[in-house]
């Protein structure tokens, strides 16, 4: 069983950064965040997985950032140049096996959630 804390998000403007955590209790191999907009599907984001490979989504990349703490067991997202269209809850997910490079940004590809933290940028 892995458990996920989230923490960080925020009200920001246009233009602004916030940086978001995810502590986990137990091994995770594969490690993501996620998001879901009122209305729309949940969308990954971002992962990590101890191969050190990290993939982004097209529309955060050059403006987020994901990193790993493994010692902490605790994941990270910089987001700057925030937007409003950035505005969702954000969640974290956590996967203790391997996922396939092409899958990482699949949200049926982790077993395990966070409770998820809200985000919102405004204009």
């Known amino acids: 069983q892995v458990h996920l804390l989230e923490s960080g998000g925020g009200s920001v403007q246009s233009g602004g950064s916030l940086r978001l955590s995810c502590a986990a209790s137990g091994y995770t191999d594969c490690m993501g965040w996620f998001r879901q907009a009122p209305g729309k599907e949940r969308e990954g984001v971002a992962s990590?997985?101890?191969?050190?490979?990290?993939e982004y989504a097209n529309s955060v990349v050059g403006r987020f950032t994901i990193s790993r703490d493994n010692a902490k067991n605790t994941l990270y997202l910089q987001m700057d140049r925030l937007r409003p269209e950035d505005t969702a809850t954000y969640y974290c997910?956590?996967?203790?096996?391997?996922?396939?490079?092409?899958?990482?940004?699949?949200?049926?590809?982790?077993?395990?959630w966070g409770q998820g933290t809200q985000v919102t940028v405004s204009s």
């Open positions: 990590f997985c101890r191969d050190d490979n990290m």
């Open positions: 997910a956590a996967q203790p096996g391997v996922i396939m490079s092409w899958l990482r940004l699949r949200r049926d590809s982790y077993a395990y």
